[in-house]
Nanobody
Framework: QVQLVESGGGLVQPGGSLRLSCASSGVVLRINNMGWYRQAPGKQRELVAT???????NIADSVTGRFTVSRDNVKNWVYLQMNGLKPEDTAVYYC??????????????WGRGTQVTVSS
């Protein structure tokens, strides 16, 4: 399996910026898609952004133009640059990865999350 650890969350004022990082470790054959999901109080977990190993991105409509997802294929890290933060962006942000294990089976990995709070 692969382990994912998020960092970079915190408290920020509306209009501010944060950059989230997700560090991966473990031995896998390949990491295909990586991305970010978030869960706000009282709501279901929702997609924020995903990125393939080739760099193709999928961004949620609610954050398009404000958030950017990127990855480092050497380190197998994924990043989420968040600009123009709004109070409604407040949530726990989770890193996600779709991996193929050396044994041949596919698996989905999740980090434990990092809290982002946008408040004045």
């Amino acid at each position: 399996q692969v382990q994912l650890v998020e960092s970079g969350g915190g408290l920020v004022q509306p209009g501010g910026s944060l950059r989230l990082s997700c560090a991966s470790s473990g031995v896998v054959l390949r990491i295909n898609n990586m991305g970010w999901y978030r869960q706000a109080p009282g709501k279901q977990r929702e997609l924020v952004a995903t990125i393939t190993s080739g760099g193709r991105t999928n961004i949620a409509d609610s954050v398009t133009g404000r958030f950017t997802v990127s990855r480092d294929n050497v380190k197998n890290w994924v990043y989420l640059q968040m600009n123009g933060l709004k109070p409604e962006d407040t949530a726990v942000y989770y890193c996600n990865a779709e991996v193929q294990l050396i044994g041949g089976r596919a698996a989905t990995a999740w980090g434990r999350g990092t809290q982002v709070t946008v408040s004045s």
